[in-house]
């Protein structure tokens, strides 16, 4: 009798900090665990070694910028049973979508001594505008104990279990005193998915965004009271939409409502 061989896991990198695969890394004990239940078959973050596909599980991190990340990216769907993008950038396009909202010609040529070498797409999107995703974990960058999460949900096949309520759930549990209504400070805590524990507000500083949108999200709702209540400019709310997840649908919609006035 054979023995069963173990799922195999890849871990791939687009246009990226490499910030979510570290936080893989940083799993340490419990990485240790995780890789006693599958094979790490692709994972230059963490080895040169590699085994060829197919592969069970991909994590892929990065947005699609260039024509060559959109042809690499269907290749790595071809070979994937299941696909799962990690962190803002794969998720929403991340930072460098901001370029989404002008002629991206403009920001080569200020970076760039040549810019006639840089050849990238118009936009930088997530990875679910060009191939079938199976699963997105949210963050900027992903929370480690959410990651186990769903990989532990994939080796058992079941869903995984990630909260899609709002940052405000995770300041209640901690006993932290909404630093919107009590400082007057802007937070986009009601409109952010949980995962970072309530990292900033816990700091008296209020949220980023950088899990992204909620489900059921009231972008608009919350523009109106940062601008009557706490005399948010128009521009300024412009920029709180555009961070980590400006091009997530609800935070680009919002951020383009105010660009106009």
Sequence with gaps: MTAKSKPKLAVWKFASCDGCQLSLLDCEDELLAVTGEV??????????????????????????????????????????????????CATAGGIQALRNFVDVDEYIAAVYAHPEYVNTLATS?????????????????????????????FLNGRKPVIPTYSVCME???????????????????????????????SYNRGCYGC???MDTPNPAALSQWWS??????EADLVRAWRGFNAYAEPFRKESEAHEHI
């Design 39 to 88: 094979e790490i078959a692709y994972f230059l973050e963490a080895s040169r070694a590699t085994v060829r596909g197919p592969f069970d599980l991909s994590l892929v991190e990065g947005s699609i910028t260039t024509a060559e990340d959109a042809e690499r990216i269907r290749a790595v769907r071809r070979v994937s049973k299941t696909l799962i993008t990690i962190g803002a």
């Design 125 to 153: 999107t997530p990875v679910s505008e060009h191939v079938y995703v199976d699963f997105q974990l949210r963050g900027c960058p992903i929370n480690k104990w959410q990651l186990i999460e769903v990989v532990c949900a």
């Design 228 to 233: 009557n209540g706490l005399g948010v400019s």
């Design 171 to 201: 300041c209640k549990r901690r006993g932290i005193t909404c630093v919107m209504v009590a400082h007057g400070t802007p937070c986009l805590g009601p409109v952010t998915q949980a995962g970072c524990g309530a990292l900033c507000p």
């Design 211 to 213: 899990f992204g949108p």
